[in-house]
């Protein structure tokens, strides 16, 4: 009798699923798609990147996409290690796992880019906007770890947030919450991509910035190292106020204010714990941030002045660790079981 217990328990032991201990995140970027194996701990196994721009058609660009997943995985422990896929995407719909509509992207209309990987890799894929993907990331592994109220900016080609409300996600009703860049701020003002004009985006993201910036040289004859740049990008204006130039000063000084006011109106709603920015423009440091806090204080709800903390992300690899939270949290699914 004993013997035989000693058997059924052996076999129930052997009956157990395998818990697989490996998600895949991807982003998917104007410049770049980088994907990469997580483990539980969140570390990154292997990861590697192509040309977004390379691949204009959607079809093209999903099947080489799932393609080079497929040679990764393969690569490193294979299928069988691997659970679900999380992808971060502009303009990307959690609820209907779509990319919706980008002003930005190359690829126009409704994407219904979860749905296609999963049909190539036979597993569960979850698709959210690059700001939900790295609210999830900051939220796990970054700054905003134990925060439970908190809102994460992107700042980049365009401009979106994410807000986390009483520790959970907001989404709104059709999944569109937190589009903060196509927020009017200057009436009948710029045209932005989404077609409305006047959005905080087309001031704060990088388009707009170049546009300030030639909006400056063009108010004053003064000399700038601007004038003379080969091409002139956020990146390249922010190192030259580093050097001194007192016109590339003036343009973040303008793009930190319109932010400061776009955030002000923001947390004047949902009194939030921090802003936490993140994406290549936040890292102009001073330069953007000074004017910024300064117009948010001069302009947000008296009764929360003072209180809203505006930090910069300093997590490495947040957009694909953010994937790979999005991933632990859709239900599994395989074909291959």
Same mark, same amino acid.
């Given at each position: 009798?004993?013997?035989?217990?000693?058997?059924?328990?052996?076999?129930?032991?052997?009956?157990?699923?395998?818990?697989?201990?490996?998600?895949?995140?991807?982003?998917?970027?104007?410049?770049?798609?980088?994907?990469?194996?997580?483990?539980?701990?969140?570390?990154?196994?292997?990861?590697?990147?192509?040309?977004?721009?390379?691949?204009?058609?959607?079809?093209?660009?999903?099947?080489?996409?799932?393609?080079?997943?497929?040679?990764?995985?393969?690569?490193?422990? @294979?299928?069988?290690?691997?659970?679900?896929?999380?992808?971060?995407?502009?303009?990307?719909?959690?609820?209907?796992?779509?990319?919706?509509?980008?002003?930005?992207?190359?690829?126009?209309?409704?994407?219904?880019?979860?749905?296609?990987?999963?049909?190539?890799? +036979?597993?569960?894929?979850?698709? =959210?906007?690059?700001?939900?993907?790295?609210?999830?990331?900051?939220?796990?592994?970054?700054?905003?770890?134990?925060?439970?109220?908190?809102?994460?900016?992107?700042?980049?080609?365009?401009?979106?947030?994410? #807000?986390?409300?009483?520790?959970?996600?907001?989404?709104?009703?059709? @999944?569109?919450?937190?589009?903060? +860049?196509?927020?009017?701020?200057?009436?009948? &003002?710029?045209?932005? +991509?989404?077609?409305?004009?006047?959005?905080?985006?087309?001031?704060? =993201?990088?388009?707009?910035?170049?546009?300030?910036?030639?909006?400056?040289?063009?108010?004053?004859?003064?000399?700038?190292?601007?004038?003379?740049?080969?091409? #002139?990008?956020?990146?390249?204006? =922010?190192?030259?106020?580093?050097?001194?130039?007192?016109?590339?000063?003036?343009?973040?000084?303008?793009? &930190?204010?319109?932010?400061?006011?776009?955030?002000?109106?923001?947390?004047?709603?949902?009194?939030?714990? =921090?802003?936490?920015?993140?994406? @290549?423009?936040?890292?102009?440091?001073?330069?953007?941030?000074?004017?910024?806090?300064?117009?948010?204080?001069?302009?947000?709800?008296?009764?929360?002045? &003072?209180?809203?903390?505006?930090?910069?992300?300093?997590?490495?690899?947040?957009?694909?660790? &953010?994937?790979?939270?999005?991933?632990?949290?859709?239900?599994?699914?395989?074909?291959?079981?």
């Amino acid at each position: 009798m004993k013997i035989c217990d000693n058997k059924r328990t052996i076999d129930t032991y052997m009956e157990q699923p395998i818990i697989k201990k490996r998600v895949v995140g991807v982003d998917i970027s104007l410049e770049y798609t980088t994907y990469a194996i997580v483990d539980v701990r969140g570390d990154i196994v292997a990861q590697e990147r192509f040309s977004t721009q390379d691949y204009p058609d959607i079809n093209q660009f999903i099947a080489v996409l799932c393609d080079r997943i497929i040679d990764l995985v393969e690569q490193n422990g @294979g299928y069988e290690s691997i659970r679900s896929v999380g992808v971060s995407a502009p303009s990307s719909n959690f609820a209907t796992g779509c990319m919706e509509n980008s002003p930005n992207m190359p690829w126009k209309g409704i994407i219904p880019i979860a749905a296609m990987m999963r049909d190539r890799l +036979g597993l569960a894929v979850a698709l =959210a906007n690059n700001a939900t993907v790295i609210a999830l990331g900051e939220h796990a592994f970054g700054c905003a770890h134990g925060m439970r109220d908190f809102v994460v900016i992107t700042l980049g080609s365009g401009m979106g947030s994410c #807000l986390f409300s009483n520790g959970m996600v907001h989404k709104g009703l059709d @999944g569109y919450a937190g589009e903060i +860049g196509h927020t009017c701020v200057v009436i009948n &003002g710029r045209e932005c +991509g989404c077609g409305n004009k006047g959005c905080l985006e087309s001031y704060t =993201a990088a388009k707009g910035i170049v546009l300030t910036a030639k909006e400056v040289l063009a108010e004053t004859d003064k000399p700038s190292l601007m004038r003379d740049a080969e091409k #002139l990008t956020p990146k390249t204006i =922010a190192e030259f106020c580093k050097q001194g130039d007192e016109l590339a000063i003036e343009v973040y000084r303008r793009t &930190g204010e319109m932010l400061g006011i776009g955030l002000a109106n923001y947390a004047s709603i949902i009194n939030p714990e =921090a802003f936490i920015l993140t994406g @290549g423009i936040s890292k102009a440091g001073q330069w953007l941030l000074e004017p910024a806090k300064e117009a948010f204080e001069r302009h947000v709800f008296h009764n929360t002045r &003072g209180k809203v903390k505006l930090l910069v992300s300093d997590l490495e690899s947040r957009d694909i660790l &953010g994937a790979s939270v999005l991933a632990w949290e859709v239900r599994e699914y395989s074909l291959f079981k």
